[in-house]
């Protein structure tokens, strides 16, 4: 029941944050430079065309009687007509979101594994050469941008060996499967094409390595550090004085409180590369979210801009939950003092 | 469990990812391979893969940019074709007439074509093609204005009557895609904001063609690639090369790097056109790969305000016309780069290769500076140049302007502006600033298109004009020479004009825009032997594919 009334109170919290995130982003679209009806429809359309579109889509009108418009839309599942596909956004939506899913779903699981672990290995060895190499390599990481990562693996491996396809989620001649979920190796799995599979998967792991080494690095100094914290704590101690195994100590004892701050970051790393990713899907003619809000926002197309950060937000939120969900889990005290704070 | 289960289970993943494809995967080859598990590579049909930059709009009322004009010339057909001379050639239409009085035009179609799903191609199609052109008014829709009915006699025959005497009436209709009528009403969306023609079809002809031209599209990935393939029932199908491509696939990248590395590994046969400078000249280096050069309908101009001081007076104009380097600026070009001949691309028809052009001259420079209304105070009025951040490669041309102009006594400022920036700015009189430096390409392989984009009043409020010259018998003169129907006599007063700009010195004019495309070694292309109309440069049918 706490945990119902939990998600409850969230979920009820995020409708306000989510409107007040739908006020900024419609006004801020609407400050920048530039007609969306005149950038649509380019520089030589007959000026009565441009008008008809400036009333298709209200954009004569005030600016909160415009946000009403939209608003009802919205709540509708109606975001209006994208100015760059000139279709529904809310199909774009729904075609280009699984594929940016698919790739930060698989940048997470590396991100997580690996930064997990090499904070872990980090933490055993700390101070030793382990320690500093596994700290110069976070500190690469943390500071490059995604798109190096990208720039660099595909030199490599797509350039100088060749190991791996360059763009796009599938190769010529490789038969698309049927779509269900929209993660094209999900899909393939499910479809039986275990060849479509594999190629999918072959283009997933450059872009999705790209992504995931930023994020892998913070998450291995963060674990690291909390790691090497909690080491020094009187409760370590005493389970070592108490003869109970290392293996026990690191994991269970040691391992699963300094998870939290990872777990969080995990969380906010995972969320926000749906963000950051549009570099990286540009590089690798990916198409997803990321590349398409991207490209909403330098062509002013305002329906899209709107619906991919109301997108984006609920990503955020929703991870934030998840995350909340999961530190609670890791550690009764945060339990306890939520329950105590209802 | 296990801690280096994780670790091992990603190594695993990641050594057999990289390990060769199973022989049921038909990957694509790389220079000089084999395909792996293609016992029989012959039967696997020839692809020709290219770069553009994106979004690829494929409805003829729609798409007007580079990569939608490729791909309307290849999948759908026209009543004429332009041709690598500058004219128009007959096409679907098998003759036409014109009426004494130049207002009414009759087109004869040849019988025998027919569309992508085999249905023969009507006058009544070419009726609806443009009545939809004409009535959603987006793409190319400006280009064919002034006809006021549009009937189909017979099958056979189409008759235009307009309002008056245009002598850029029938080059025009090489934007007058025809579609299939039934077919796109089959496809209509009820509602829509075109009344009882409900969306006239938009949505469908997103990711679909309704044409009779020589490539049709079998797939559209929005954001991705379109692939075209080769239509063996199309009228002209005779022209197709011996190894034309059985498919074509445009690909929406421009990235540098992807497109390298997709051109080294031989996933790509022509790159796009938008690489950098150093970008081309690292593609040159790549075994097999050539730079191919070709002029377009596109010059770069810095484009003056003629209603500000100090630029308003034209001996200031004049000063920098001559102070400027042109030749540095040609220099920092892809070899081959011409400084422009008067005020329209080299390749438009009626272009006069004689007319009077600026060169640098610093004591003419300074000799009209003297005459100048401001030459005492020219610190008053510092000059500022916007260029597009969007393109880079302006900059360093500013940055020249400025460096010349610094020899003179002019001071300049340069300012980066985005590009929607110069668009709302020149929008506005009193926006526009001194100088902005923009491509602008003609629609039409015609002088007088240009003169009109450029220097018409119709245009001042618009980006291609920042000259706002709003000149009443300069417009005069230009409506004067485009309503002349005879070529030669149009032609001619295109020369008058020309002379009359240079004279007024109204912009800089520094060189005509060269088109490079990075293009392997066993493509067989001849962009040279095709129209400059933008598009028709890559007429498919006209490409071979040796692998």
């Not at chain 1, 729904?94 to 940016?100: G, L, N, R, V, Y």
């Not at chain 2, 490669?393 to 020899?407: D, H, T, Y």
């Not at chain 2, 912009?507 to 060269?514: G, K, P, T, V």
């Amino acid at each position: 029941m706490r945990l119902l009334a939990f998600l409850a109170r969230r979920i009820y919290q995020s409708i306000f944050v989510l409107l007040g995130l739908s006020v900024l982003i419609f006004i801020i679209a609407r400050i920048l430079p530039g007609d969306p009806a005149r950038t649509a429809l380019g520089a030589r359309a007959p000026q009565w065309v441009v008008e008809r579109l400036r009333e298709d889509m209200h954009l004569n009108d005030p600016v909160p009687v415009q946000y009403v418009y939209w608003l009802r839309g919205a709540l509708g599942g109606d975001f209006g007509i994208s100015l760059v596909t000139r279709r529904d956004v809310a199909n774009d939506i729904i075609e280009f979101f699984p594929a940016s899913f698919e790739l930060v779903l698989l940048a997470g699981i590396i991100s997580g594994v690996a930064g997990i672990g090499l904070g872990t290995l980090s933490a055993r060895h700390k101070d030793t050469w382990v320690d500093n190499v596994v700290r110069i390599l976070s500190y690469m990481g943390v500071v490059t941008p995604a798109f190096v990562f990208a720039i660099i693996l595909l030199l490599i491996f797509g350039l100088a060996l060749g190991w791996l396809p360059a763009i796009g989620r599938l190769s010529d001649g490789i038969p698309a499967p049927p779509t269900v979920t929209g993660l094209m190796t999900v899909d393939a799995l499910l479809a039986g094409q275990l060849a479509t599979f594999w190629d999918a998967l072959k283009h997933l792991i450059m872009p999705a390595v790209a992504l995931a080494l930023g994020a892998l690095s913070q998450e291995a100094r963060i674990t690291r550090a909390t790691m090497a914290d909690n080491l020094s704590k009187d409760y370590i101690a005493t389970a070592r004085s108490l003869g109970i195994p290392e293996r026990i100590v690191m994991g269970r004892f040691l391992l699963k409180p300094s998870l939290i701050p990872t777990v969080s970051i995990l969380g906010l790393d995972f969320a926000g590369s749906f963000s950051n990713a549009f570099l990286v899907e540009l590089i690798f003619n990916w198409p997803g979210l990321s590349r398409y809000g991207m490209n909403a926002m330098l062509r002013k197309d305002l329906n899209a801009i709107s619906a991919v950060i109301l997108v984006l937000g609920v990503i955020f939120i929703t991870v934030n939950i998840v995350v909340d969900l999961v530190v609670g889990g890791l550690d009764p005290r945060i339990r306890l003092r939520a329950a105590r704070s209802e | 469990m296990n801690k280096r289960l994780p670790f091992l289970a990603l190594a695993v993943l990641w050594i057999a990812a990289c390990a060769p494809a199973p022989t049921e995967v038909v990957p694509t080859p790389g220079k000089g391979e084999t395909p792996v598990g293609a016992e029989t590579p012959s039967a696997e049909p020839s692809l020709l893969r290219i770069t553009f930059a994106w979004p690829l709009y494929v409805d003829p009322a729609v798409g007007s940019d580079y990569v939608g004009s490729t791909a309307l010339a290849n999948l759908y057909d026209t009543l004429i074709f332009p041709n690598a001379e500058g004219g128009m050639d007959l096409y679907l239409a098998e003759s036409w007439d014109v009426s004494d009085d130049g207002l009414t035009y009759t087109f004869h179609l040849r019988s025998g074509a027919t569309f992508h799903d085999g249905s023969e191609v009507l006058a009544s199609d070419v009726v609806y093609s443009y009545n939809r052109l004409h009535t959603i008014g987006e793409g190319y829709a400006y280009l064919i204005s002034g006809v006021t009915d549009v009937s189909a006699p017979d099958d056979t025959t189409v008759v235009f009557t307009l309002e008056q005497p245009s002598g850029l009436f029938v080059p025009s209709l090489v934007r007058l895609y025809i579609v299939n009528e039934d077919l796109v009403r089959a496809n209509t969306n009820a509602e829509g904001p075109y009344g009882d023609e409900g969306d006239y079809g938009k949505e469908w002809l997103l990711t679909h063609d309704a044409g009779s031209g020589p490539y049709t599209v079998i797939e559209f990935r929005l954001e991705e690639y379109a692939l075209l393939e080769k239509f063996e029932g199309w009228w002209n199908a005779a022209a197709f090369a011996s190894n034309a491509a059985d498919q074509v696939k445009f690909i929406g990248t421009t990235e540098a790097v992807t497109v390298r590395t997709l051109i080294s590994t031989g996933e790509l046969e022509i790159s796009d056109q938008w690489q950098s400078v150093e970008a081309f000249q690292a593609l040159d280096k790549i075994d097999g790969v050539e730079i191919m050069v070709f002029p377009t309908m596109s010059s770069f101009y810095y484009m003056v305000n003629n209603r500000i001081p100090p630029t308003d007076d034209v001996h200031c104009r004049r000063a920098m016309s001559w102070a400027f380097d042109y030749q540095a600026a040609v220099a920092l070009e892809w070899p081959g780069t011409q400084q422009m001949v008067g005020p329209v691309p080299a390749t438009l028809g009626g272009h006069d290769p004689n007319v009077f052009t600026f060169h640098r001259d610093l004591d003419q420079a300074r000799a009209e500076l003297a005459q100048c209304a401001y030459a005492d105070e020219l610190d008053k009025y510092p000059v500022q140049i916007d260029w597009v951040s969007e393109v880079p490669a302006e900059e360093k041309f500013a940055l020249l302007f400025q460096a010349n102009m610094a020899e003179i006594g002019i001071p300049v400022e340069v300012v980066s502006v985005p590009w929607l920036t110069v668009v709302e700015n020149t929008a506005k009189q009193e926006t526009s600033p001194h100088i902005v430096t923009i491509y602008v390409s003609s629609a039409l392989p015609e002088a007088g298109l240009m003169i009109k984009d450029r220097y018409h009043s119709s245009t001042a409020p618009t980006w291609q004009q920042n000259e706002w010259l709003l000149d009443p018998e300069l417009d005069a003169a230009i409506e004067d020479a485009l309503a002349t129907v005879d070529e030669e006599a149009r032609f001619a007063k295109y020369l008058d004009l020309q002379a009359t700009i240079m004279d007024m010195a109204p912009s800089l004019f520094l060189y005509d825009q060269l088109e490079q495309h990075a293009v392997v070694d066993y493509v067989d292309w001849t962009p040279e032997a095709n129209s400059a109309v933008m598009g028709y440069q890559l007429f498919l049918p006209w490409i071979g594919v040796n692998r």
